[in-house]
């Protein structure tokens, strides 16, 4: 049975240039969800990484050589199209994983993952993390189930890019962000948002304005902070809700 624990710490190698790493208190809940000699398992073969905000994890096309468990921070999961042009199609963070592909087998990513709000995260070779998942069941299961929950992400998303409008869709953005970096002030730009929507950047600036009018936020020098949660689910579109909702629903299930 997996452990039911909210955060442990963990003491890792000396860094190569002799730098002590210190202890890591791990936040990703897919490791934390796994029995102890499962989890000790997939540590001994990560790396502790920071990761500033910006780094692509995975590029759409390419093989996938590192897989990560993100431990803070937001991870955009975006669709390219060939003239360059991009929407995200989902979030994950310290809930999450970034490699699925490999779990079913495939060995290339059919998007791009691009840290939006700068993270740390445990790093896996990909080959490391296949052995692994020979050994341990639970981690298997718990990233296929998690390849649902971004599934139902993507779905949602795709919906409401079409049906709804700006404001609510930036509203829907800021709270799927906020629960996952769990602080009300991050780093947010006009121009990163407009293409994490796939609208544009007028259109991002009016929406943040109507929002900051409305008490909810406040945007000032790259940085929001949401001043009023209640409300900001409010002025959020039903996908917030429907995603949670469904997501809450499976863990239900398989309790």
Known sequence: MADKIQSISVKFAPAPDGADAGRVSIQNEILLGLPRKERALVLSKSEFVPLPARTILSEMGDPIELCYFLNSGVASIIHVMKDGKSVEVGLT??????????????????????????????????????????????LEESLQCYSQELAVQAIQIAACNRLHEVNERLARWLLMSQDRVGESTFPLTQEFISHMLGTRRASVTVAAGSLQKAGL??????????????????????????????IERWHRDSR
């Open 93 to 138: 963070g310290k809930e999450g994983f970034v490699g699925l592909p490999l779990v079913v087998g495939y060995r290339t990513s059919p998007t791009r993952a691009v840290i939006q709000i700068e993270a740390t995260g445990h790093r896996i070779r990909a080959r490391d993390l296949k052995n692994a998942l020979g050994n341990c069941p639970v």
């Open 217 to 246: 936020i406040t945007y000032s020098r790259g940085q929001v902070t949401i001043e009023n949660r209640a409300g900001l689910e409010s002025a959020a579109c039903e996908c917030y809700e429907a995603i949670n909702q469904q």
